[in-house]
C-alpha cells in the first residue's frame, strides 16, 4: 500500500466529514417524512401498551425499587428504542450506496478520506437518532412521564446510544452481500427490543439471561436514560455511559478499517 493510501484508512476522521452530513442532508431535503416515519412506531407502543396496559398493572419497580406508574417506566425504554432504530436504519441505507451506487470509490479522488466516510455516516444516523429522541421526550414531558428536572440529559442520552448503534449499524453493512441480508437487522433489533428490559424489570429474568441482558446495547442505554428521567443516578449510569462511547469508538474504527480494506483494493 502506497503512502497516500495510508493515509485513507486512519481509524477516523477529520474537518471533511461534515462533506458527508451536506451530500446527505441535500439527498434529504425532500425526504423528511421518510425520516420521520420511524418516530411513530415507538409512540404508538407508549399509547397502546404504556397507557392501555398500563391501567391493568399500575405499578412496577423502579430504578431505585420504588414503585413508579407503568408508563414512565416504559417511556424511557420506547425512547431509547427509537433513538436505536433511527441510528441503525439510517446507518445501513449505506448499502446501496457501498454495493451499488459505488458512492464512496468517487469520494476517495478527493481530499476525503475512508475514516471522514465512515465517521460522517455515523454522525449522520446519530443525527436521525437524535431528532426520533426528540421528538419522542417532547412527547413524554407533554404526557407528564419525566418525573424528574434530570429528564432534559435523556435527550444526550439518548444521542450516545445513536453513537453506539448507528455505528453498529455500519460495521454490519460491511459484511452484508446482498439485499437479503439487511433481514437480519430485525433477528437482533427485535430481541433487543423485547429484552433489554423495555417492559418489565429484568430482575424477572432467570441468570444467566439476566447477565447476558446487561452485557447487550440498548439495556445499557435503556438503564441511562430511565435514570435521567426518574431523577434515580448513581454509578452504574457511569458504566452506561462509558460502555456506550466506547463500543461508537471501537466501531467506527471497525468500519473505517473494513470499508479501507473494500474501497482502497
Excluded at 432467570?206 to 435503556?222: A, D, K, W
Amino acid at each position: 500500500m502506497t503512502g497516500s493510501a495510508v493515509t485513507h484508512v486512519l481509524p477516523f476522521g477529520s474537518r471533511h466529514s461534515v462533506h458527508i452530513l451536506e451530500r446527505n442532508r441535500f439527498i434529504f431535503r425532500r425526504g423528511w417524512m421518510v425520516i420521520f416515519s420511524g418516530f411513530f412506531e415507538p409512540l404508538f407502543y407508549l399509547l397502546g401498551i404504556g397507557f392501555g396496559l398500563g391501567s391493568l398493572i399500575g405499578t412496577v419497580a423502579g430504578p431505585d425499587g420504588s414503585q413508579i406508574p407503568y408508563a414512565v417506566f416504559v417511556a424511557p425504554a420506547l425512547l431509547a428504542t427509537a433513538s436505536m432504530n433511527g441510528a441503525v436504519y439510517d446507518s445501513t441505507n449505506m448499502f446501496f450506496r457501498l454495493r451499488y451506487e459505488k458512492a464512496y470509490d468517487g469520494m476517495l479522488a478527493t481530499p476525503l478520506n475512508v475514516g471522514d466516510i465512515a465517521l460522517g455516516e455515523v454522525v449522520w444516523a446519530l443525527g436521525r437518532g437524535a431528532l426520533y429522541g426528540l421528538g419522542f421526550l417532547a412527547v413524554m414531558f407533554a404526557m407528564g412521564l419525566v418525573p424528574s428536572g434530570m429528564g432534559i440529559f435523556a435527550l444526550p442520552a439518548s444521542m450516545l446510544i445513536g453513537f453506539a448503534t448507528a455505528a453498529a449499524g455500519l460495521v454490519a453493512v460491511t459484511f452484508m452481500r446482498s439485499w437479503q441480508d439487511l433481514d437480519l437487522l430485525f433477528v437482533v433489533t427485535l430481541p433487543l427490543f423485547l429484552f433489554s428490559g423495555t417492559f418489565f424489570p429484568i430482575t424477572t429474568y432467570p441468570e444467566p439471561l439476566r447477565t447476558i441482558v446487561e452485557f447487550s446495547p440498548l439495556y445499557r442505554g435503556v438503564d441511562l436514560v430511565r435514570a435521567m428521567t426518574t431523577g434515580v443516578i448513581g454509578f452504574t449510569q457511569l458504566i452506561d455511559v462509558l460502555y456506550l462511547f466506547a463500543m461508537g469508538l471501537l466501531f467506527v474504527f471497525i468500519a473505517s478499517r473494513r470499508m479501507g480494506k473494500m474501497l482502497l483494493k
